[in-house]
C-alpha cells in the first residue's frame, strides 16, 4: 500500500516539476508575433492581441487570452470583423509528447462579429482567405523538408463556448440589418460519425422582426452534409414586429434526417394589433410526421392533426375554435403541394377531401370537398328579423297617410350606394373545385343535397353549376362574374322548380302575400354589382308558374261586391271574410330593364274568376303600378256566391299600388264604367227612361238628346 502511495506522490511530484518547468521556461507571449504573421500572410488581415496570453491552472491547465481583433479594411462601419475580449483553452500536456494536441473546451467570452455588404456589392470577408489552389500549388512545387517528414500532430477539440456573443450583419444594399444582441452556445467535441450535444440561446432582431430563441439537441455530423443528423430537438421563443407577435412557440423533434421520417410536435401562442387590444388573438397546438428527401425536392407530411383557438373582433364569431387533418405531398421542383385525407372543422362545420395548391406568381387552388351540414347563418349573423311575414298581411286598402309612410321607409336611388365593391382578391388566385354539403343554412333558408362546382381565372369567376332542395322542391343556378374590368359584369340563370313560394317569400323578403307551389325562372345581366346598379342597370327576364295557391291581402270577391253595389247603386254587404283569394293557376312573365320589371301576361284562374294583369313595378324605390281586368266565369259557386252572376258580361278591373312592403288594393271605378258596353247600354237606357220621365215628349227633341248623349260620353271617358 505505501508503494502505491509513494508512487502516486512521485507522479504528482513529476507532473508538477512538469508543470512550473513549462510555466518557467516557456513564455506564450513569444509568439504573439508569429501568429500575426501568419494571420497576415493567409488572409491579408492584421490581427492586434491587446491583451498578454497567460498560463491557465484551475480547473484544467491551458492558456487564456484578452481583448483579441482581426480587423477589417478601411472604408466599413466598424474597425474590426471579429472581436474577442476573452478567450480561454486548456490542453493536455501528456499527448503532447506523442504529437497529439488534444485542446479541451475553448470559452469566448464577448465575441462580436460584424458583416457589412456595401452598395457595389463588395464585403468584408471578401479575399479573406487566399486561394487555397495556389497555396497548395506551391507548397507541392516547395522540396520537401525533414520536418515534412516527421510525425504529423493530431488536433482534436472537445468543445466550443460562446458566452455574451454578438453579431452584426448589415446589407447597404437593401437596407435590411441583422443584429444579434446576445448568443449563448455550448457546443461539444466535434467528432465525425459522434452524436454531440448542443445548447443555445439567441436575442436579436433582423429588420423590425425581434426574436428571442432557446434551444437544445444533439448533433451527428458527416463527411457529406448531407447526411447529418439532429435528434432530441427542442426549440422554443418568441417573434415579434410593430403589427404582429408570436409571444411564445416550441418545436419538438425525435430525429431530423433526410430521408427519414421525423415526429414532431409544435405549439404557438400569438397576436396582431395592440399589446393591449389586439385585434386577433390565438394559439395553435398540433402533432404531425415529415420526410424530406436526399434531393430537397420533396416534402411529405403525414398524420397531421393540428388544432387552433382564435379570438377578435374581425371573426365572423368569436371565440372560434379551428381543426385541420391530413396528408401533404410538397414538390418543390413542380411548385405543387398535394393535399389528401383533408379533414378541415371550424367549430361544428366540417369538411373534408382532397386538393391541390401550384404556387406560382398566381397560385391555382384545385379541390373536391364534402360535408355534413354547414350553418351560414351561425357564422354571419342571422337577417334582421324586424319586418316578419305577419307584418305584411296589411289591410286590402291603405289610407293615404299609410302609403307616405311607406313611401318614406321603402329604398330611394339617393339612399342606395354607389360603391362597388373591391374584387381585386379575384385576380389573385386561380380556383377550381366542387364542395358537396348535406346540408346548408344561408339567410334563413335551409338547404339541402347542395352540389357546388366553380372555376375562377384571371378574374373571372364562372359558377358551372349550383343545385339544392329548398322549400320542397328543387333551385339550380349557374352563372359568370367578370371582374376583369370595372366596374364588373354578371349573367345569372337561376331555375327554382316545385317549391312552396310562400315560405321562401317570408324568408328572403320578409313578405307572404303569395302563396302556392310551383316553378321560377330568371335570367338576368348587367354591369355594376353596387345597389344602385344592381337595380337599376339590371336586364333581363322572370317567369312564374304557380298552382293551387292564394293572394294573401286581397279579396277579389269581396272586390267583385264592391263593383255590383256601384253598379246597382247599393251598398255592399260587409262579410268578415279573409283577406285572401284562391287561384287554381298564376303565370306571368316579366321583362326586366332601367329599373323597371313590367309585365303585360299575368293571368290568374281562380273559382268562378279569370284574371289578367299588366303594369310594372319599379326596383329602387319599390313601387307598385299593376291593373288587374276580373272575369265572371259561368259557376258561381266560388268565391263570390250567386251575387256574382249579375256581373257574368263585366270586367271589373282592380288597381294594385303602393309600395312592396305596404300595397294598396282599390276598385278602379272609371275602368269599371269605361271599360263595360254591357253596363254602358244599361246605363244609356237608364238615362233614357229618365229623360222621358222628367222631360216627357221634350225628351225626344234632338237637342236634348244631344246633349244627354255628350254628358254619358263624358261619364265613360
Do not use: C
Request: no cysteine; net charge negative; glycine share 10%.
Amino acid at each position: 500500500m505505501k508503494k502505491i502511495v509513494y508512487i502516486l506522490l512521485g507522479l504528482a511530484l513529476a507532473a508538477l516539476v512538469a508543470i512550473v518547468a513549462l510555466v518557467s521556461l516557456i513564455d506564450p507571449n513569444q509568439f504573439k508575433p508569429q501568429l500575426v504573421e501568419q494571420v497576415k500572410k493567409n488572409t491579408g488581415r492584421e490581427l492586434v492581441m491587446e491583451g498578454d496570453i497567460g498560463w491557465r491552472f484551475w480547473p484544467s491547465l491551458g492558456l487564456s487570452l484578452e481583448k483579441v481583433a482581426l480587423r477589417n479594411p478601411a472604408g466599413f462601419a466598424e474597425p474590426d470583423l471579429i472581436r474577442v475580449e476573452k478567450g480561454e483553452a486548456s490542453v493536455a500536456l501528456l499527448p503532447l509528447l506523442s504529437h497529439r494536441l488534444e485542446i479541451g473546451e475553448v470559452t469566448l467570452s464577448g465575441a462580436h462579429l460584424f458583416i457589412q455588404t456595401k452598395s457595389d456589392g463588395s464585403s468584408n470577408l471578401t479575399d479573406l482567405v487566399k486561394d487555397e489552389g495556389k497555396e497548395v500549388g506551391a507548397s507541392e512545387a516547395a522540396p520537401a523538408s525533414p520536418a515534412d517528414e516527421s510525425q504529423p500532430w493530431q488536433v482534436t477539440l472537445k468543445g466550443v463556448s460562446l458566452e455574451q456573443a454578438s453579431a452584426l450583419v448589415q446589407d447597404d444594399r437593401s437596407g435590411v440589418s441583422s443584429r444579434l444582441e446576445r448568443l449563448d452556445l455550448n457546443l461539444g467535441q466535434l467528432t465525425l460519425g459522434e452524436w454531440v450535444p448542443v445548447t443555445l440561446a439567441a436575442k436579436g432582431a433582423r429588420g423590425e422582426l425581434a426574436f428571442d430563441i432557446k434551444g437544445q439537441a444533439e448533433i451527428k455530423l458527416a463527411r457529406d452534409e448531407k447526411e447529418s443528423e439532429l435528434k432530441d430537438l427542442s426549440l422554443s421563443g418568441s417573434l415579434s414586429d410593430p403589427k404582429q407577435r408570436l409571444d411564445d412557440f416550441s418545436l419538438k423533434a425525435d430525429r431530423l434526417a433526410l430521408g427519414e421520417w421525423s415526429s414532431l410536435t409544435l405549439s404557438l401562442n400569438g397576436a396582431q394589433g395592440e399589446v393591449a387590444k389586439p385585434t386577433l388573438a390565438g394559439t395553435l397546438d398540433g402533432t404531425l410526421k415529415a420526410k424530406v428527401d436526399e434531393s430537397l425536392q420533396l416534402v411529405e407530411v403525414s398524420d397531421a392533426v393540428l388544432a387552433a383557438k382564435l379570438s377578435g373582433e374581425g371573426l365572423p364569431r368569436s371565440p372560434l375554435s379551428l381543426k385541420l387533418a391530413g396528408f401533404a405531398r410538397a414538390e418543390l421542383d413542380k411548385q405543387t403541394v398535394t393535399l389528401t385525407n383533408l379533414v378541415m372543422g371550424a367549430d361544428d362545420a366540417l369538411l373534408s377531401g382532397n386538393g391541390v395548391v401550384t404556387l406560382g406568381a398566381v397560385p391555382r387552388v384545385e379541390f373536391d370537398l364534402k360535408g355534413d351540414k354547414l350553418d351560414l347563418d351561425a357564422w354571419l349573423g342571422k337577417q334582421d328579423g324586424a319586418k316578419t311575414a305577419a307584418s305584411s298581411a296589411a289591410p286590402a286598402t291603405v289610407s293615404a297617410g299609410e302609403q307616405g309612410a311607406a313611401a318614406k321607409s321603402a329604398p330611394s336611388a339617393q339612399s342606395l350606394s354607389t360603391a362597388e365593391p373591391d374584387l381585386s382578391a379575384l385576380k389573385l388566385v386561380d380556383l377550381a373545385g366542387r364542395l358537396q354539403l348535406g346540408s346548408l343554412k344561408v339567410k334563413g333558408l335551409d338547404l339541402s343535397a347542395v352540389d357546388l362546382q366553380l372555376a375562377l381565372g384571371g378574374g373571372e369567376l364562372n359558377l358551372k353549376q349550383f343545385s339544392a332542395g329548398v322549400a320542397g322542391g328543387q333551385v339550380s343556378a349557374s352563372g359568370v362574374l367578370d371582374a376583369r374590368q370595372q366596374p364588373a359584369s354578371y349573367r345569372v340563370h337561376k331555375q327554382i322548380q316545385g317549391v312552396e313560394i310562400r315560405p321562401l317569400l317570408q324568408t328572403l323578403g320578409q313578405n307572404d302575400r303569395l302563396e302556392g307551389k310551383g316553378d321560377l325562372d330568371i335570367q338576368v345581366q348587367g354591369r355594376g354589382l353596387s345597389e344602385q346598379a344592381l337595380r337599376s342597370q339590371m336586364q333581363g327576364t322572370m317567369s312564374l308558374k304557380l298552382s293551387d295557391g292564394a293572394l294573401h291581402g286581397i279579396n277579389l270577391a269581396q272586390m267583385i261586391r264592391e263593383a255590383r253595389a256601384t253598379l246597382t247603386g247599393k251598398g255592399a254587404e260587409q262579410v268578415n271574410e279573409a283577406r285572401k283569394t284562391d287561384f287554381s293557376d298564376l303565370s306571368a312573365r316579366f321583362q326586366i330593364a332601367n329599373g323597371i320589371a313590367r309585365s303585360d301576361d299575368i293571368r290568374l284562374a281562380a273559382p268562378a274568376l279569370r284574371v289578367q294583369g299588366q303594369g310594372q313595378t319599379a326596383l329602387v324605390p319599390e313601387t307598385l303600378d299593376f291593373l288587374f281586368l276580373t272575369s265572371v266565369v259561368e259557376s258561381s259557386k266560388g268565391q263570390g256566391g250567386k251575387t256574382v252572376d249579375e256581373l257574368n258580361d263585366i270586367t271589373i278591373p282592380v288597381h294594385i299600388g303602393g309600395h312592396w312592403q305596404a300595397p294598396s288594393y282599390k276598385l278602379d271605378v272609371k275602368a269599371l264604367l269605361n271599360n263595360n258596353k254591357v253596363l254602358e247600354e244599361k246605363a244609356k237606357k237608364e238615362a233614357e227612361r229618365g229623360l222621358k220621365k222628367l222631360l216627357g215628349d221634350k225628351a225626344n227633341d234632338e237637342g236634348i238628346k244631344g246633349a244627354a248623349d255628350q254628358l254619358l260620353k263624358g261619364l265613360f271617358k
